[in-house]
């Protein structure tokens, strides 16, 4: 058997990109230096795959922000407002990107959404009537040429033209369909230039096939791909899957003229029973893919083997490959000189990954393998017991009942008493948490982590941070206040860190977005509050100010959604013990005097099931349930907020409304406040605030512009029930930047106050 990979992380080990990119948003290098540091980390990424035995090494999986993007330019779906800016074709992309304020005009960003059941977020490309869909770029076909040139021959990844224009947001009345001959086009000009490139396999990634489809969907694939496929002309084509199964096209797939499908073992629960019930066509290859792409588990041999030796046993020839692309993970557990051994065995990050490919086939081309130094290690390595069972916590998860669930008084009598409690004018302000975290910020941090400087001098610092926070915060005249969140590196691992059951990694980085990397923390054993985590912070903050301090939280569903969970039991069990362990902390917030909590949950659609049937039996049911045991039991005067990041909410906001959170803001901005109407036609019980400007972008948002946002949102929601708020947390944004936003946020809303007598 051979061995292939979906793609590979390309952030650099050390995140040699982001810095790089960074850098030039700043204008301290040029883009030839960008465009060097790009390349060397392409070429070390292609020279360890080559020397990792892989046989089929991917090109094309590198981007400078994001793949759907490069895909959006490689197709000239490029909106007008980025093309009239006359920036270089790299600056046009960045501004796609990020927006764009400047000499040459001041534009927003792409929306953006999270991809599949992931972390990792995608620019939306943007469909209007106007748009000209062609190949217009030659950055697949240079990344191809490159790899050429250094010995390898590649296989190219593309998104394919069903997910693409699936993906797509239009503007206008086109549909996808009007699109149809311009796409297949397109990709039929591809090919022909990989065909005149000398490539012997194209990979189309094709992740929407694991959705839900209808009949129409069906047909609308078929039509494109049987198009595109009589123009093969001697180029392979392999239909790339993951995240799922394809139980609602698989016969159509196998039909089609394919020269490899790729499909996905780990989340695809379907995968072998429909392989088993219908079959593999004979003349295709099947990309199996049994390696874990999104978790940092050591694979199973056994169970691998097992697997692999099945569909050999039905003849089919079978490439071992990953579950989805190794984007999803860290690069390298070379980087961990922390973490002890006794952890590490049992880790397995993208280069890791590359080996565990090669023994797994070493391990089937053998016929006496159980004998194997290989497979025998790693049998050994699955039979040990592991550390970190906490029997109590055991016993709270089991012991827990509805009333744990259930908080009293129901929200419209608390709404009420929440109301006189605070006597907050309407339209009150507010931001979502996080405010910049500056260079002295962050080497203060480390400074402390590194034992170079006193807990002492760490607090006196972090006390000066909190204080200015909150006098600037006054003086710009918002109505609830935050107190910055300056102790806090990452959202997550800062909670883990006060959490029994969890260990922590040095350089493990993942790429979220762009250059935004997270630093994913691993649930080792059962979770427990080890100590306090914010009470200190929160109430010296609030010690400085008449006005509401927020307590801030990040909720268990994030918590671990946001890690790399356990193997060995169930999300749920986990998304309990973390909730009790958080539950803790917003008891000790309320009795210290914090009146309003916010318990963020950033991700909660994050691990929606991709299958509806699969939303309310395999997820919400308890995730909802593991939310509400955090707040359930606090007075009916104490507020509860929670915070959404992007997302599509319309088909589950009756079950964010079931949270019970007293407030919810949401990132709203990017997809021009679509979400209004589908809270107005749901009427959504719980106060909200849709974000009035974007904060992932460095653009100052006028007074104009959010009073406008703040008007549309009056046009769907009830005054009384209307926050006004940023997108998100500004972690990354400058100062600058952030504290004119945030005044012309203030003074846009009291004009809106003013001129609707409110």
């Keep these: 058997m051979k061995t292939s990979i979906i793609g590979y992380p390309r952030i650099g080990k050390l ?8 850098k030039y948003f700043r204008n301290e290098i040029a883009q030839s230096e960008l465009f060097d540091t790009a390349k060397k980390l392409r070429t070390e990424n292609l020279t360890e795959q080559k020397n990792s035995g892989l046989d089929f090494i991917p090109s094309n999986d590198f981007s400078f922000y994001d793949g759907m993007l490069d895909t959006a330019f490689l197709l000239n779906v490029v909106p007008d407002r980025y093309k009239d800016l006359g920036l270089s074709p790299l600056d046009e992309y960045f501004a796609a990107a990020r927006g764009y304020q400047g000499e040459k005009g001041d534009v927003k960003a792409l929306a953006m959404k999270k991809w599949f059941n992931t972390n990792y977020h995608y620019m939306v490309p943007e469909i209007d009537d106007n748009t000209v869909l062609k190949l217009s770029d030659n950055k697949p076909f240079e990344l191809f040429t490159e790899a050429l040139d250094n010995g390898v021959k590649t296989t190219p990844v593309i998104i394919g033209p069903y997910t693409f224009l699936e993906l797509a947001r239009y503007i206008g009345t086109k549909t996808k369909e009007n699109f149809f001959g311009n796409i297949t086009d397109a990709y039929i000009q591809i090919i022909g230039k990989f065909v005149t490139l000398g490539a012997e396999w194209l990979q189309l990634d094709e992740p929407c096939l694991v959705k839900d489809m209808s009949r129409e969907d069906i047909e609308f694939f078929n039509s494109l791909y ?52 219908n079959g593999f066509p004979c003349d295709k290859v099947l990309f199996a893919g049994v390696v874990n792409g999104k978790n940092i588990w050591r694979n199973s041999y056994e169970k691998t083997v097992e697997l692999l030796k099945n569909l050999q046993n039905k003849s089919i020839n079978t490439v071992i490959n990953t579950s989805c692309s190794l984007l999803h993970v860290p690069y390298t557990l070379k980087n961990e000189v922390k973490l002890s051994d006794t952890y590490k065995k049992h880790f397995s990050y993208a280069s890791e990954k590359l080996v565990e490919l090669n023994e797994i086939k070493k391990i089937i081309e053998t016929e006496d393998y159980c004998n194997l130094p290989e497979y025998t290690a790693n049998i050994k390595l699955f039979s040990e017991e592991r550390s970190g069972c906490n029997t109590n916590v055991k016993e709270k998860v089991n012991a827990l009942s509805e009333k744990d669930f259930t908080r009293l008084p129901v929200f419209s009598e608390r709404e ?5 409690e605070f006597k907050l004018p309407l339209l009150p302000t507010t931001t979502i948490g996080s405010f910049p975290q500056t260079s002295d910020v962050r080497q203060t941090r480390a400074s402390y982590k590194k034992a170079n400087i006193s807990e002492t001098d760490y607090e006196k610092f972090m006390k000066s941070k909190i204080a200015e926070c909150i006098e600037l915060q006054e003086n710009i005249g918002l109505d609830v206040l935050v107190h910055g969140e300056f102790e806090r590196n990452d959202m997550v691992e800062y909670f883990g860190e006060c959490l029994d059951g969890y260990i922590f990694t040095e350089k493990a980085w993942v790429q979220s977005y762009g250059t935004r990397c997270v630093k994913p923390p691993i649930v080792w054993g059962d979770i427990s509050r080890a100590k306090p985590m914010t009470v200190k912070w929160s109430t010296y903050a609030q010690s400085l100010t008449e006005k509401p301090v927020k307590g801030m939280l990040t909720g268990p569903v994030t918590i671990l959604n946001w890690s790399f969970p356990r193997e060995d039991i169930s999300l749920k069990e986990s998304a309990y013990q973390i909730a009790l362990a ?33 939303w309310n039996k395999e997820y919400l049911d308890w995730a909802i349930k593991a939310f509400r045991l955090v707040h359930s039991g606090v007075k009916s005067e104490t507020q509860i907020h929670t915070h959404m990041c992007y997302s599509e909410f319309a088909d589950i906001i009756e079950d964010i409304d079931n949270m019970d959170a007293d407030v919810i803001t949401f990132e709203a901005s990017r997809s021009d406040l679509t979400l209004l109407d589908v809270l107005k036609a749901k009427k959504f019980r719980t106060e909200v605030g849709p974000g009035v400007y974007d904060i992932h972008s460095p653009r100052i948002p006028t007074v104009e512009e959010i009073k406008s946002a703040i008007n549309k949102m009056l046009s769907k929601v009830s005054y009384n029930k209307l926050w006004i708020n940023p997108d998100c947390g500004l972690k990354t944004r400058g100062n600058e930047e952030t504290v004119q936003s945030l005044k012309n946020l203030v003074k846009a809303t009291k004009e809106i106050r003013e001129e609707n007598n409110l």
Excluded: H, M, W
């Design 226 to 277: 049987t198009k595109i496929l009589e123009n093969k002309n001697g180029l392979k084509i392999r239909l790339q899957t993951y995240f799922g199964d394809v139980r609602d096209c698989y016969k159509e797939i196998c039909a089609l003229d394919f020269d490899g499908i790729g499909l996905d073992f780990i989340e695809g629960k379907k995968t072998l029973e429909l392989i088993e019930k």
């Design 416 to 420: 009420k008493i929440q109301k006189e």
């Design 15 to 22: 995140r040699e990109l982001k810095f790089a990119s960074e």
């Design 582 to 614: 958080i539950r803790e902390e917003v008891l000790d917030l309320e009795a210290s005097g914090i009146k309003i909590i916010q318990i963020d949950e950033a991700a909660l659609r994050e691990k929606l099931p991709l299958r509806k049937c699969d």
